[in-house]
C-alpha cells in the first residue's frame, strides 16, 4: 500500500481536522462540561465514559482506555489501517491526499487506478443488463428482486462475448491492470479472454464501499454454478465479507447484532425484506480474520446455516474457528434453518419478523457446543457419558474466556447431573495437544498482558520528569503561551546540562511546540506516529493527573501555568543542586565552560526557588 507525506498529515490535514465532527460523523455526541461524551462504541457500557475534547482534539474512553486523534478513532472504529484511515479523513474533510514522491506515489496512483477501473467495470455490467432479458428474469422473476434492489446493489450481468473487455480499458496500461485484477485472463498468445461470461454479476465491496471484486453465477445450466474472482491487489478473500459495507452504512458503523449467511443473494434478499444486518463469507468457510472483523463491529454475531449435516459441520467448524477471538462482551450464536429454507426463502415466504423471531431463538455457545458432541453419544450408557464429558471438557479446556467456559460447565452439569464443582476438578486434569496448549497459552498472556498494562499505569506518573512530559502532551497550549515568558528554552538548556532520564523526549517536545505554537495534542501524537517515544508518550497523554472543574472542564490558563511552575521546580531542584555541589567541590579545577554552566544552573535554581513564578499574560 501507498505511504503518505508525514509532513502533509501535520502541517495540512490534523490542523483541518475537527475530532468532534468526525466522531460526531458516527456517534451521538452530548455536551458534558468543556468536552462531548456519549457510551463508548469499543466496549459496553450503560453510563457514558467515551469523552471527545475539541480543545484537545483527542478521545478518551475512562471505561475500556481508548484513546487517540481521529485517525486513532477511525483506525479502531472502522477496523482499517492507517493510510485507510487519513484517506478517509481526508475524504470527510475535503483535502486532496499527498503521498509521499518517488515509487510510494507511484504505488498510491495504481491503487487509486484500480479502485476506479474496479467501479467503472461495475457500471458496464449493470449497463449490460439492461440489453440482457435472461438475467433480468433471474433478478426480478427468480429471485423476486426489485429494481430499487438491483440499482441499489449494483447488480450487472457480464456478456457472452469474448471482447467486451477491451471495450472498458482506456489504455494499455489499464488493460494490464484488468490482468492483475483477475478479470482478463492472459494464457499466452490469442488467448487472451474476459474471466467472466454470460453470467450475472454481483460486485463485492470492502468495509470503504470500494469495489474489490465479483461473484458471477451462470444462467440456466452450466458449470461452475458459481465463479468468483481470484485474490487481487486489492482483494484478500479472507478478509473480506460481502455485505460488510451496506450493514455498517444502515447501523451507524455498529449493528447490534450481525448475521452471517452463506449466500450472496441471501444477503441481498434478507436487505431487501428489511434484514440490514447479514453478511456472507465469500465462497469458504468463515476465517478468524472475518470474525475479528464482526466483532469488531457488532457484540453479537449469529452464524445462520443449514440444518442438514453440511450446515453444522459448518457451524461446529465457524465455533472453533471463532474461539481464540470470543472475548468480554462478545456473543456467538448459531441458527439452523428448517429443511425447506434457506434465508432467501423464509424471509420472501414469511417475511422479515418471522426470520428475526428465528434469529432470536438461537442457540448460544455453550448450547450448540454441548448439542453437537452429544449426538455421538448415548448419554444412558455410563461409559458414553464418561466420554461425553470428556469431550466436552476437553473442548472447554480450550477456551481462554474464563466466563465462557464456566457458561460450558455449568450446562454440562446441566445435562449430566454432576455438580459444576467436580467438573472444574477434572478439567483441571485434561491434557491438550502442545499445539491447543500453546493457543490456550497465548489467550491468556493477553489477559496478563492487559492486568500488567493496568498495574504499570498506576506507576506511570511517579517521578517528576513523567509528569513534565505528560503536562507538555496534554497542554501544550499552556506551554506554547507561557514559552516566552517562562523562557523555557532556557529549561531546555538545564535538563539537557543535567542530563536527567527522559530530558531528550521533554526537550524534543518543547522545541515542538516552540516551532508550532498552534499544535494540538491530537496532532503531537501524529508528530510521534511510528516513533520510539510514541508508545510511552501515549500513555502519558492518557495518564490523568491535572485538576479539573466539577463540570469537568479545565482551571484558566493562568492555574495551568502555576501548576506547570510546580512540576518544573519539582524536576529541577534536587538535580540542579546535586550538579552546582559536585562542580564546587572540584575547586581551582573548573573549567571555563564549567564556571559557565555553574552560574547558569545557579540562575536556574535562583528560579526554582522563586517558583518559577512569573506573571502569565491574560487568556
Known sequence: MPYISKDFIAQKLMPAVHIEDVVGHYLTLKPKGSNLSCCCPFHQEKTPSF???PAKQTFHCFGCKEHGNAIDFLMRYKNIGFVEAVEELCELTGIAVEYQAGAHAASAERYKAYYELMDRVTAAFSRQLEH????????????????ETVISCRLGYAPNDWNYMRNIARNAQEWQYLKQLGLVIDRGGDKVYPFFRDRVMIPIADSRGRIVSFGGRVIGKGEPKYLNTAENPVFRKRMELFGLYDALQKHRNRPERLV???????????????????????????TAEQFRTMFRYSKQVICCYDGDNAGRRAAWHALETATPVLGAGLELRFAFLPPEHDPDSLVREQGAHAFTAFLDKALSYPEFLIEHLQQDFDLADLGQRSNFMAAVLHKARIIAYKPLQAMV???LSEVVGLESERLYAMLDEVELTRYEL????QQESKADAVSAEIEDNRRLLNTPMRKLIAFILQQPTVIATVYAPFKLDALSKYLSALQLKGATDAVYLLNLIAKKPDITPGALLEELRDTARES???RLMDAEFIPKKADGSEFSLEDRAELLARIIAEVLQAPIMNFVERLKVRGNNLSVSDMNMMVELNRGLSKVREGWTVRTPSS
Request: charged share 20%.
Open 536 to 538: 510511552y508518550c501515549r
Open 438 to 441: 500453546q493457543q490456550a497459552q
Open 260 to 286: 452471517i449467511v452463506e449466500g450472496y443473494m441471501d444477503v441481498i434478499s434478507l436487505r431487501q425484506a428489511g434484514i440490514t444486518y447479514a453478511v456472507a463469507s465469500l465462497g469458504t468457510a468463515t
Open 409 to 411: 460447565i455449568e450446562k
Open 132 to 147: 440482457n432479458q435472461a438475467a433480468q428474469d433471474y433478478f426480478y422473476k427468480e429471485r423476486g428482486l426489485t429494481r
Open 51 to 53: 469523552f471527545v475534547s
